[in-house]
């Protein structure tokens, strides 16, 4: 996940990524642990790989369908910021079909698109201008008191 899906990603890297977290969720099928899940260290294991991988996947996911760049999230494909996905969330599931008891022990996931509701103006008031400028375009940020027009230069 460093390598491909790092602070600085690309939508190549982050379609390899997917496909090995596929191979590694094949693999993952086949893992068992002996003994009993009470103080056996292999279990926790196995959990926390089960987990490790759908984390993986839902950032891999989610990173590949954001089409912009902003903050710890920045796409050498997208490098500009794009207001309108501050008004989106991307909700990570993990689904699994009733009865699908395979899907249960490592299910798909899903990426939704959500609405988001903006950041109250009183509350942006609150935070620094400089810093805001760094995450906010100019028309967003229009309206702010601490705000002056920049220039041209």
């Known amino acids: 996940m460093n390598d491909l899906v790092g602070i600085i990603r690309n939508a190549d890297e982050i379609s390899e990524a ?11 099928k086949n893992l068992h642990v002996e003994g009993q899940r009470r103080y056996n260290p292999g279990w926790n294991l196995a959990i926390d790989l089960r987990n490790m991988l759908l ?4 950032v891999a996911k989610a990173a590949l369908q954001r089409t912009e760049s902003r903050g710890g999230h920045t ?3 997208h490098p500009s910021m794009d207001s309108s996905w501050r008004k989106l969330l991307l909700v990570c599931e993990a689904v699994a079909e009733p ?3 395979e899907a249960a022990v490592i299910p798909d ?3 939704t698109k959500k609405e988001q509701t903006p950041m ?3 509350l942006l ?4 201008i400089a810093e805001l400028e760094k995450y906010y375009t100019d028309e967003e940020l229009a309206g702010h008191p601490g705000r002056t027009p ?3 230069k």
């Open 18 to 28: 997917l496909a090995r977290l596929d191979k590694l969720r094949e693999r993952f």
């Open 109 to 111: 996931i899903t990426i």
């Open 120 to 122: 109250r103006p009183d």
């Open 75 to 77: 796409r050498d494909d």
């Open 55 to 58: 984390v993986s996947e839902c």
């Open 125 to 128: 008031e609150l935070f620094d």
């Open 99 to 101: 009865g699908d008891v």
């Open 150 to 152: 920049r220039t041209e």
